[in-house]
């Protein structure tokens, strides 16, 4: 004993001196645990962890790809995994404790979810090992989580991937314990009761149940979001349901005094229940919308509470806890705003809320029991109001959970760091104030690809299981080991921070203002949207009025071309998940190319002879065809899993909210700007102007 205490001692000096001993490799788990101890290493490595005796006798978790070559063996003294459930033990639900010895290692769940989660850790401690060419550490775990509903949203109203990417998808999610998925399925479930709903691509319910199921095995909870009431153009678009509309000139909101609203609602509901059989909640929406009931006289708040009574008995019928996002009634009695306005005082809030709580609670008894009430705030979930408005509901014994977002309406890829600041502060605010669970919205709104929220995701895992233990850099450098290698874990990989900023520049910096969203239906949009090109008769003037825009441009062609270098390193080493690597690519490259065509614009500007001149629009004129490329590329490596395009019959809806990604049936919704600066420019180019130019060039 007195031996092995000096080598703790020992070892535990070489690594406060930053050296670590032979055979002792990195070891980053996701998320990460409550206690981690590691004293020393085993002999234990990628070759001989062989067998696992399982000593629950009747039940055995699922083994991800880097324990299926595991065999059982009947013997424990041969098992190098030892694998039990203690109910006893004194930790929280979904807690385990792993231990790795010399010879042995040994996995206790307080429950069947524990033992999963204590392999899943295993699953991430032996990826490293394997990579590293070391042993085990001896290791001392004891983990759970801080919050009991980790899930996050999977928006699909827009697009589907192709299926394999979902079984992948739920794989990866469950090795970061992440345990809930809420589906927004809109017309991609096949309905049966109402088939005229379903987009022509969509997923049948037996596709969506074997999802479902596969979810299950992994301890994720699977359960729809089927929008009701308001955001209902999927359906109020169709002919046969416009006579259900609130208002019959939009297809936007249900009438929900209607019978029939509930008899179409019902039947998707259904649907989606019998697509998801063991699931446990029905999200049933009704966010971002006002009614009229027809001249009805009924107030907005009491017609948005006669529609939630109904569907949220209709759940309780059928065994399903309905979810509800909360905004509606908050604002229908004016105490909305206080939670996106976080420098207000207690004071100021306290008062809002003085004036105006007696609108909610002469209504009190009409907001259903059985709810949950989910407060949705994806910037300024530290505001005083947002605490109050959640601390009403818990007061007056209604439950509620938070919903933080992972993406919002950023195009092309997550901002904001992945938005890991407000993910954070929801998070550790439900662990303090004792709410049970959060919600991780990915809107598909302007539909990024979702390969590029993993990085928000293994932010929220790590908030929602561990708490607050480890900064944003040291959760950016885990991702890195986690998703692609341990070589590289170091900050000098870093892009995706260095990224995010000319994609914020790209959105609009073909245009005059911030139109991207609203070209579709932009009267005249190529002239009023499109940022203007220069005057020949008047050169230099250009560069002078853009000189800001032209500088940032500059910089960014810098840093793309840098980012670009990175992302060929880290795909030549990656040990994993190359394709991520790939998007990340095809993003950078759009991004860049951008850059490219206003200092291509400054050169023609400022061009001084008839052989510049000529060289320029040469110039400009190719970059037509580089655009194409660039496209043709991001649409192939996008394509590997996704679906780019919608069924020819599809009938798009009046896109009130203006999604870029419901603005046309192919992909051209993506580039849309790009397809109309370059109208605009051919367009000059053949003008008499340029013409005169070139003729005077060319003789």
Same mark, same amino acid.
């Given at each position: ?38 004293? +020393? ?10 067998? $696992? ?16 070559? /595991? ?21 929280? &639900? ?41 042993? %085990?550490?001896?290791? !001392? ?94 359906? %109020? ?5 416009? !006579? ?11 009438? &929900? %005094?209607? @019978? ?8 998707? $509901? ?6 998801? @059989? ?44 309905? =979810? ?16 996106? *306005? &976080? ?7 306290? !008062? ?25 705030? $994806?910037?300024? #979930? ?15 014994? /209604? ?37 049970? +669970?959060?919600? /991780? ?60 900023? &000319? ?15 609203? /070209? ?76 490219? =065509? ?11 002879? @008839? ?12 970059? *037509? ?21 919608? #069924? ?15 603005? !046309? ?25 340029? %013409? ?8």
């Amino acid at each position: 004993m007195k031996n092995f205490i000096l080598l703790s001692i020992l070892i535990n000096l070489i690594f406060s001196c930053g050296e670590k001993p032979k055979n002792i490799g990195d070891f980053i788990l996701l998320p990460q645990p409550q206690q981690f101890e590691i004293t +020393g290493t085993s002999n234990l490595n990628c070759s001989n962890v062989e067998s $696992y005796y399982n000593n629950t006798k009747d039940w055995l978790p699922v083994f991800d790809q880097q324990l299926k070559s /595991l065999s059982e063996t009947d013997e424990i003294s041969k098992a190098d995994l030892i694998l039990d459930i203690d109910t006893t033990m004194v930790l929280k &639900p979904e807690g385990y404790q792993l231990n790795i010895s010399e010879e042995k290692i040994a996995i206790t769940g307080k429950d069947e979810k524990g033992l999963f989660y204590g392999l899943m850790s295993l699953s991430q401690l032996l990826e490293d090992v394997c990579e590293q060419n070391v042993n %085990l550490p001896l290791t !001392s775990i004891e983990d759970f989580p801080e919050l009991g509903y980790r899930a996050i949203h999977l928006d699909v109203k827009h697009h589907l991937e192709k299926i394999d990417y979902y079984y992948k998808l739920i794989d990866k999610l469950a090795r970061y314990k992440i345990n809930g998925i809420i589906a927004e399925m809109e017309d991609k479930l096949k309905y049966e009761r109402q088939p005229k709903v379903a987009s022509a691509d969509a997923l049948s319910i037996a596709e969506w149940k074997k999802i479902s199921e596969y979810a299950e095995a992994r301890f994720i909870d699977f359960s729809p979001l089927i929008q009701g009431l308001g955001h209902a153009s999927f359906i %109020l678009k169709h002919p046969e349901y416009q !006579s259900l509309r609130d208002n019959p000139e939009s297809d936007w909101a249900f009438n &929900p %005094l209607d @019978p029939k609203t509930y008899e179409v609602q019902f039947d998707l $509901y259904l649907d989606a229940i019998e697509a998801t @059989p063991n699931g446990k909640y029905l999200h049933v929406g009704g966010d971002e919308v006002h009614t009229t009931g027809r001249d009805s006289g009924m107030s907005a708040l009491e017609l948005q509470l006669i529609w939630l009574g109904k569907v949220s008995e209709f759940a309780e019928k059928h065994h399903r806890v309905p =979810i509800f996002w909360d905004d509606m009634p908050l604002k229908q009695a004016d105490v909305y705003r206080p939670m996106f *306005q &976080p420098e207000l005082t207690q004071k100021e809030v306290d !008062s809002i809320w003085k004036q105006n709580e007696h609108k909610l609670l002469a209504f009190l008894d009409r907001f259903p029991k059985n709810c949950i009430y989910m407060r949705w705030n $994806y910037s300024s #979930p530290e505001a005083i109001g947002n605490t109050k408005a959640m601390e009403w509901f818990e007061s007056n014994g /209604l439950a509620v959970m938070g919903a933080t977002a992972g993406q919002t309406r950023w195009t092309l890829m997550p901002q904001e760091e992945s938005n890991m600041e407000a993910i954070k502060t929801f998070a550790v605010n439900s662990i303090e104030s004792g709410t049970n +669970g959060l919600l /991780l919205t990915l809107w598909d709104d302007d539909s990024p690809h979702f390969e590029l929220y993993t990085r928000g995701i293994v932010a929220f895992s790590e908030y929602t299981w561990s708490g607050d233990k480890r900064s944003k850099a040291e959760i950016k450098s885990a991702y890195r080991q986690r998703e692609f290698s341990n070589m590289l874990a170091d900050s000098s990989f870093a892009f995706i921070d260095e990224l995010e900023k &000319p994609v914020a520049f790209w959105k609009n910096a073909l245009l005059q203002g911030d139109h991207r969203n609203y /070209l579709a239906t932009m009267e005249n949009a190529t002239e009023k949207g499109v940022i203007d090109l220069p005057d020949p008769n008047n050169m230099g003037e250009w560069t002078e009025k853009y000189k800001e825009r032209l500088s940032k441009a500059e910089q960014f062609a810098r840093s793309t071309d840098s980012i670009a270098e990175k992302i060929t390193s880290m795909k030549s080493k990656t040990a994993r998940n190359h394709y991520s690597l790939e998007v990340y690519e095809q993003v950078n490259n759009v991004a860049g190319f951008t850059p490219k =065509i206003l200092l291509a614009l400054k050169t023609y500007d400022n061009s001084k002879t @008839p052989t510049e001149k000529l060289e320029s629009i040469k110039r400009l004129r190719s970059l *037509q065809n580089e655009f194409k490329t660039i496209r043709d590329n991001l649409e192939s490596v996008y394509a590997k899993i996704r679906i780019l395009k919608k #069924p020819n019959n599809y009938v798009l809806d009046q896109d009130h909210h203006h999604h870029m990604a419901n603005q !046309s049936v192919n992909f051209d919704w993506q580039f849309r700007a790009e397809q109309l600066f370059f109208e605009k420019l051919a367009k000059e180019l053949e003008n008499a102007i340029y %013409l005169e130019n070139a003729d005077k060039i060319t003789k």
